[in-house]
């Protein structure tokens, strides 16, 4: 299997346009978290689905941040409008079951100027 | 509320040396432990993982873990450190609801 697969790899962006990342779990994996990493905060869940429903949004910033799974191969975490604070890595991670081990993509450097 | 403790923000090492790094969660039923590693520039990747049974578990890489009940611990340990081993090192703990948290990390140097 290929793995998680995220994209973009790096994303470059003024503040105030809209951002959009883009993650595809290993197939036939049913739980999907997103996560942001930051020097400061260190690795903080933003969100996770489990059979494409979100279960835990707690740990989304505010308002500006949306994520959708609208079918099991693929996941989405907007940011619109993005803010210079937004600036992190966003990974993606995705598990067999709903419980056990997860398996990370490589992540999304983001970078708002 | 629950919560993992990695109190060793850096760690250096000499490569050769043995390493322990430290992992505290914080009370409850017995949690689903694991220990992850992150190369620069990588996602994370499995190194561990603990269950239930046996105590002490191994993993890739040569690295092992131990998990101690009454010390609420599961400390990581290699007994011989590899320049390739510096990276930095996630304690993650699933609780019974399904929700994962991870330690802040430890950041490991080896040095030559």
């Known amino acids: 299997d290929a793995g998680v697969i995220q994209s973009p790899r790096h994303e470059v962006t003024e503040m105030g346009q809209e951002v959009t990342l883009r993650c595809k779990p290993i197939s036939g994996h049913n739980s999907l978290f997103w996560y942001r990493q930051t020097m400061m905060r260190g690795l903080e869940l933003l969100i996770y689905f489990n059979n494409n429903v979100p279960i835990d949004d707690s740990g989304m910033p505010e308002d500006r941040f949306s994520a959708k799974m609208p079918n099991a191969s693929f996941s989405t975490l907007k940011i619109q409008p993005s803010e210079p604070r937004d600036s992190a890595v966003y990974f993606c991670?995705?598990?067999?079951?709903?419980?056990?081990?997860?398996?990370f993509g490589e992540g999304s450097r983001l970078t708002v100027l | 509320a629950q919560s993992v403790t990695q109190p060793d923000i850096h760690i250096t090492v000499s490569e050769g040396a043995s390493l322990e790094l430290r992992c505290n969660y914080s009370?409850?039923?017995?949690?689903?432990l694991f220990w992850y590693v992150q190369s620069p520039g990588q996602g994370l990747q499995l190194l561990l993982k603990y269950f239930s049974g046996d105590t002490l578990v191994q993993g890739i890489k040569g690295f092992e873990a131990e998990f101690k009940r009454s010390q609420s611990s599961f400390n990581l340990r290699k007994p011989s450190v590899h320049w390739s081993d510096a990276a930095e090192y996630f304690c993650e703990r699933e609780g019974s609801q399904g929700n994962l948290i991870f330690g802040k990390g430890t950041k490991l140097s080896v040095k030559p």
């Open positions: 009370y409850g039923a017995t949690p689903y």
């Open positions: 991670a995705s598990r067999p079951t709903n419980t056990g081990e997860l398996f």
